[in-house]
């Protein structure tokens, strides 16, 4: 199976996930047994793992090993096998970039698997609980949206659940000999996006806020808007610096998708702006949503990003013109 | 005494066979290197001066690549983050002198790689020759893309993939990011001929042929090529310039200055073939 079919595959079965929400995010949406994750070294410190659902960014060193999203469980095992050929250090930290399942539903197998950093006072009251697990740090919407009240259902099970969250809009690590920082977008693929930057290995991983393979996947039921997702490529420009020209300097792993640098970025966000000023002002002369989606704003680009049978061209419109247009 | 002599006589056939064989081309290949000169005498306006707005004609798009093009707005390449994008290898030929140069293994003198320099924007390319596959689909595209060549003959054959979004005109009309190439390096004495075909499953109807000629320059040498972006236009963040479909009066001017209908200027296909020029003829239509 070529991995673009892969890929899209996998959007269309996470994708039921928020689309019919709240789902469980620990079922399995299809057969695993024949994926496989490929490994890519990106540079410095930092890998791409690709196989079934959002990619995974590795960052391994001295201190350990630190991925940011984590699959579906079914893969844990492959996952953790493709991580021990990059380390043989423990895994300490999962940053999850966001809620959805194609990025979290391997959380809970991935975080028994690793070991919290933990010494002194704390190993000793504690014990062996202390360093028990992995950490999963996030945006505190991404908890929200994870979780639910005492006596309610939640989508995801506990242990799959961010065990380290941040409420502001950044939050900063020193791993493996470099500063991790950990950006949140508000509402652009949901209301809880982080992405994550490694300033030495000079590697951002953007979770779904740019991907290679579709349109973007905006959430609206989970806060996501066109403009937070405009913004969110704009923050995403704004880190990198190219060698020359577009190129070389910032790599960048995105949600789903091909690894990337400075062009590729550039090239969805002037996709994704101009097919938002269009439908701008289709709204602004008063057209309904069929009358947009009839105009055929996205035509272009269709054959770039139009193929999905989860996130279609029609989705995705649906998607920008209701963020777009005034509520009453 | 004779006995003794047929070892000497057998080093010399073989002396004489090796001195053969060395002079021989290998597999066909011959030489490549050195700087060649680019010859502006085919489609000028496509190269130096660059493309009308609207010239679409005689390219083999589909119409969602036309649109790409009529939505286009000059204004984009003021953007700082746009004033360097080097051209793509696939467009590359098109513009200025180019140094050739071979990589070889030193111990097996097998050819490891041909390296090509552009003169434009400096880019710089590799065509593996050593057999080596081409990387996974997950892997980096680039500009120039990954090469991998191999002989036809005296003619150098390379397939590129891997390439970032590029250009099939630099007027807007989009080469996507899935396109694969396929180039003929062929040297007559001291000219070289350089063809291009693009295949693009997502913006073209058919595959895209060009042509471009270089002549051996014996002096040659290629100047550097510094680019440095700088802020043009003070814009609100995250501006992109582009028309709205159906706004952009420009496309008009092409077909105005030269009298060339509509439909032909907008390209397609059918607007590659003579029978396309004879049906606009037997219509009535005269180019200015």
Redesign the interface.
């Known amino acids: 199976m070529?991995?673009?079919q892969i890929i899209l595959a996998t959007l269309a079965a996470a994708g039921l996930a928020f689309a019919q929400a709240p789902a469980r995010a620990g079922a399995a949406p299809q057969n695993f047994d024949n994926v496989e994750i490929?490994t890519?070294p990106a540079q410095g410190s930092v890998y791409?793992l690709?196989g079934s659902g959002g990619n995974i960014t590795v960052q391994a060193g001295k201190d350990g090993v630190l991925i940011v999203d984590t699959e579906y469980a079914a893969l844990a095992d492959k996952i953790l096998a493709a991580i021990k050929k990059i380390s043989d250090e423990p895994l300490r930290y999962i940053i999850n970039t966001h809620y959805h399942p194609d990025h979290t539903n391997g959380n809970e197998r991935l975080r028994k698997a690793g070991a919290t950093i933990a010494g002194g006072n704390v190993a000793g009251d504690l014990g062996a609980e202390a360093s028990a697990g992995a950490q999963i740090i996030a945006h505190v919407n991404v908890l929200d949206r994870m979780s639910a009240p005492t006596g309610q259902q939640a989508s995801a099970p506990q242990g799959a659940w961010p065990t380290d969250t941040f409420i502001g809009n950044e939050k900063k690590l020193w791993f493996n000999n470099e500063g991790v920082e950990i950006i949140h977008i508000a509402n652009a693929h949901t209301d809880g996006d982080s992405i994550v930057y490694f300033r030495k290995s000079d590697v951002i991983s953007t979770g779904d806020l740019f991907v290679t393979t579709t349109y973007p996947i905006i959430d609206v039921a989970a806060g996501g808007t066109i403009n937070g997702y405009?913004?969110g490529l704009?923050r995403i420009?704004d880190l990198i610096v190219p060698v020359?020209?577009?190129?070389g300097g910032t790599?960048v792993i995105p949600g789903h998708?091909?690894?990337?640098?400075?062009?590729?970025v550039?090239?969805y966000?002037?996709m994704v702006?101009?097919i938002r000023?269009?439908v701008q002002?289709m709204i602004k002369k008063g057209m309904t949503l069929e009358q947009v989606k009839a105009a055929k704003?996205t035509?272009?680009?269709?054959?770039?990003y139009g193929s999905s049978t989860f996130w279609t061209t029609d989705r995705f419109v649906e998607a920008v013109y209701k963020t777009l247009t005034p509520k009453k | 005494m004779k006995y003794l002599q047929r070892p000497k006589i057998a080093h010399r056939l073989l002396l004489i066979a090796a001195t053969a064989l060395l002079c021989m081309p290998a597999f066909g290949q011959i030489n490549l290197s050195g700087v060649w000169q680019n010859q502006l005498d085919e489609d000028f306006p496509d190269r130096l001066a660059g493309p009308e707005l609207g010239d679409f004609a005689g390219l083999p798009i589909?119409?969602?690549?036309r649109?790409?093009g009529e939505?286009w707005d000059a204004s984009?390449i003021t953007l700082p983050?746009?004033q360097?994008?080097?051209h793509p290898s696939d467009y590359a030929s098109a513009f200025a002198d180019i140094r050739i140069w071979e990589e070889y293994d030193r111990d097996s003198q097998n050819l490891v790689a041909i390296h090509l320099h552009h003169f434009a924007?400096a880019t710089e390319r590799t065509i593996w020759m050593d057999g080596r596959p081409h990387p996974?689909?997950?892997?980096?595209?680039?500009?120039m893309g990954f090469s991998t060549g191999k002989w036809d003959g005296d003619i150098l054959t390379v397939t590129t993939d891997h390439l970032?979004?590029g250009w099939f005109r630099r007027n807007g009309l989009a080469r996507?990011?899935?396109a694969v190439v396929t180039e003929h390096f062929i040297r007559h004495d001291n000219g070289l001929t350089w063809v291009t075909v693009v295949n693009d499953?997502?913006?073209l109807e058919e595959p895209l042929f060009r042509s471009r000629d270089y002549v051996f320059s014996v002096a040659g040498q290629i100047a550097p090529y510094p680019?440095e972006s700088v802020e043009e236009i003070i814009r609100p963040?995250?501006?992109?310039p582009?028309h709205?479909?159906g706004t952009n009066t420009f496309l008009k001017e092409y077909q105005d200055r030269h009298g060339i209908p509509a439909d032909a200027a907008m390209g397609g296909a059918k607007t590659m073939y003579p029978e396309y020029r004879a049906k606009l003829k037997g219509a009535g239509v005269q180019p200015k």
């Open positions: 070529r991995m673009t490929h890519l791409m690709v405009i913004e704009n420009i020359y020209g577009q190129e790599l998708g091909r690894l990337c640098d400075l062009g590729d550039l090239n966000r002037e702006t101009i000023d269009r002002d704003p035509f272009d680009y269709d054959p770039l | 589909n119409a969602p690549d649109l790409r939505t984009l983050e746009y360097c994008r080097v924007w996974p689909e997950y892997a980096l595209h680039t500009a970032k979004e996507s990011d899935r499953p997502a913006y680019c963040r995250g501006v992109i582009h709205l479909p």
